[in-house]
């Protein structure tokens, strides 16, 4: 009896939302956030004071002590849902975590277009309407060599876009070893099916032959595409029918042809000891007519579609209407234009491109970036054994597949919790920390973690450590 009189007359001390909000703290927060989500945390923290009451008369229900409960509410409900986080499994094109970063010069220059008006569609010269697509033209062309070409919204928007405006109601001659899905929705089929061209499948799983093209190609032939495989690779007893090849067999049919490259390296890989991937110029210089490609993933420019080839060809694909509706926003522009200007000297793009930079850094650079990582964990923390060992390390994104790129990893065994828990710790952290698991220890690739990124690392497994 006595204990209920003391809970009525605790709850009663409750201040009320208004309370709050009228007080020293409610206005400070209602300055800085929305009043929708302080009435929310403030009526949230007083609620669960009023269970505790319920359960334990002794809780603390002044408004000072409520200040913390609610101040982590509050930035609960207003830190936003699209977030950076650290990238630590070593897969640089992750499409998960955003693909590729871009470079800082290309993110002042996203910087400068959004936050002021731009010649986006506005000829400068002429004091006339302009087009957007005219500030990546000259570029294009002199990094790819291509005649011409424009950008749209991704490369999926640049297939379909493709097809609908080379080979709308007409065939399409595919071979059934490139008839592949990519990242579960983009299926060269139903692509082909929304662009409404008909799809001609030729060959084999395995194998096709430059007869399979010539015998297919009909009256109603509207185009010859080849998709690079990209996200996987059939080997053993193969045969697939060159870029040189198809361009010959369309330029001797009157028939355009086409290639979706999907990741698009405007570098020679050969040098790094990656032959499987071709370079566009080398591409275009089969002669094909139009060649697609992602931004993001080896380009590690933004989300785009590329495309490029011969001037006609281009400029009938512009005059669809389709264009308008997957056309390129200017911020992606202005990041486009900015990392394509970075591979006019190819020398210095290795270094200017963060994807290219991360996915062809020296061994010895990530060892040393690795042990910097141990070093600082282990004066930090005795909750956990810690080493660097070497392992390897993927492209992603679809992009290399084969490949296997030698890195040095951070692995750390937890001694306290388990290496679940330290897992999924790092990822709900404030600044989340998204790591593999290998067996009892925790992998922390140094290809993806920048310099700059290595001490936050620490701070974040420290305390997720304890
Ligand atoms: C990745 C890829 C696509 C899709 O490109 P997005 O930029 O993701 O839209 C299409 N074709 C190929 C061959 C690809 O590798």
């Known amino acids: ?131 957007r697509y005219a500030h990546i033209k000259r570029l294009l062309r002199e990094v790819t060599g291509a005649e011409d070409g424009f950008a749209v919204n991704n490369n999926a928007a640049a297939v379909l876009l493709c097809l609908s405006a080379i080979a709308r109601g007409r065939e399409v001659i595919v ?57 996987y690779r059939i080997t053993g007893f193969t045969e697939d029918v060159s870029i040189e090849r198809l361009a010959e067999i369309g330029r001797e049919n009157r028939i355009p042809v086409m290639y979706d490259l999907g990741s698009g390296c405007l570098i020679d890989l050969k040098p790094f000891g990656i032959h499987s991937e071709p370079n566009v110029s080398d591409i275009l210089k089969s002669g094909v007519d139009i060649v697609t490609f992602s931004g993001d993933k080896l380009l590690g420019g933004p989300q785009a579609g590329i495309i490029v080839g011969n001037r006609q060809m281009i400029e009938h694909i512009q005059k669809n209407p389709l264009t308008r509706a997957l056309r390129i926003d200017k911020l992606t522009l202005a990041a486009l234009e900015a990392t394509l200007y970075g591979y006019l000297d190819i020398e210095k793009a290795k270094d200017m491109i963060p ?50 790129f030698p890195t040095y990893v951070v692995t750390i065994k937890p001694k306290k919790i388990s290496v679940n828990n330290l897992e999924e710790r790092l990822r709900r952290g404030e600044l989340p920390v998204i790591a593999r698991i290998r067996e009892d220890s925790l992998i922390l690739d140094a290809r993806t973690i920048s310099d700059k990124e290595a001490s936050l690392v620490v701070k974040c497994v420290k305390a997720a450590l304890v």
């Open 1 to 131: 009896m006595r204990d209920k009189k003391t809970v009525q007359k605790v709850l009663s001390k409750l201040p009320s939302v208004d309370e709050i909000l009228k007080g020293r703290y409610g206005i400070a927060w209602l300055r800085d956030y929305p009043r929708k989500y302080v009435r929310e945390a403030v009526r949230d923290v007083i609620e669960v004071r009023r269970k505790e009451v319920l359960a334990d008369p002794a809780t603390d229900v002044s408004v000072e002590g409520m200040v913390p409960d609610i101040n982590g509410r509050i930035r609960d409900l207003s830190s936003p849902s699209l977030r950076q986080v650290i990238n630590a499994t070593g897969v640089v094109i992750h499409t998960n975590l955003g693909r590729s970063i871009i470079s800082d010069r290309a993110a002042e220059n996203v910087r400068r277009i959004a936050t002021g008006y731009s010649n986006l569609e506005y000829d400068l010269d002429k004091g006339v309407r302009g087009k």
């Open 175 to 231: 071979s059934r070893g490139e008839l592949v899905e990519i990242g579960g929705s983009f299926r060269v089929p139903d692509v082909m099916v929304q662009g409404n061209a008909v799809l001609r499948e030729v060959g084999t799983t395995n194998k096709t032959h430059p007869d399979d093209y010539r015998e297919a190609i009909n009256e109603n032939t509207g185009l010859i595409l080849k998709v690079h495989q990209s996200n």
């Open 355 to 404: 994807t290219l930079k991360m996915l062809l850094e020296d061994a010895g650079v990530l060892k040393a970036r690795a042990k910097k990582i141990a070093s600082l964990l282990k004066r930090e923390t005795a909750n956990a054994m810690i080493d660097v060992i070497q392992d390897s390390s993927q492209a992603g994104g679809g992009s290399l597949p084969e490949i296997s």
